[in-house]
Nanobody, 124 residues
């Protein structure tokens, strides 16, 4: 089994910054892509940023230039640095990772795992 736990959400004024963290734990052989999604009330869950196993990054147009995704492979952790926050960034932020599980025989199957989400609220 694999678990993802996010932290770092909270309430911040417009123009402020927050840093989200997501730790992946469990039976891990390796981690491929890691992503951050967000879901505002009454809206669909949207992709915010992705970082590949090789470190390449992509961002949604709405956060490009303001958010930065990074990862620490030694800690199985992905981060989302959010600067110049706007009220429109208010949402529950979810971490997602493509994890190859470890088995007694070595490399197992790859699965897509989700965290429980962390609330980010930006006040105007």
């Amino acid at each position: 089994q694999v678990q993802l736990v996010e932290s770092g959400g909270g309430l911040v004024q417009a123009g402020g910054s927050l840093r989200l963290s997501c730790v992946v734990s469990g039976s891990i052989f390796s981690i491929n892509a890691m992503r951050w999604y967000r879901q505002a009330p009454g809206k669909q869950r949207d992709l915010v940023a992705v970082i590949t196993g090789g470190g390449s990054t992509r961002y949604s147009d709405s956060v490009k230039g303001r958010f930065t995704i990074s990862r620490d492979n030694a800690k199985n952790t992905v981060y989302l640095q959010m600067n110049s926050l706007e009220p429109g960034d208010t949402a529950v932020y979810y971490c997602n990772a493509d994890v190859i599980e470890s088995t007694p025989w070595g490399r197992g199957n790859v699965g897509s795992w989700w965290g429980q989400g962390t609330q980010v609220t930006v006040s105007s």
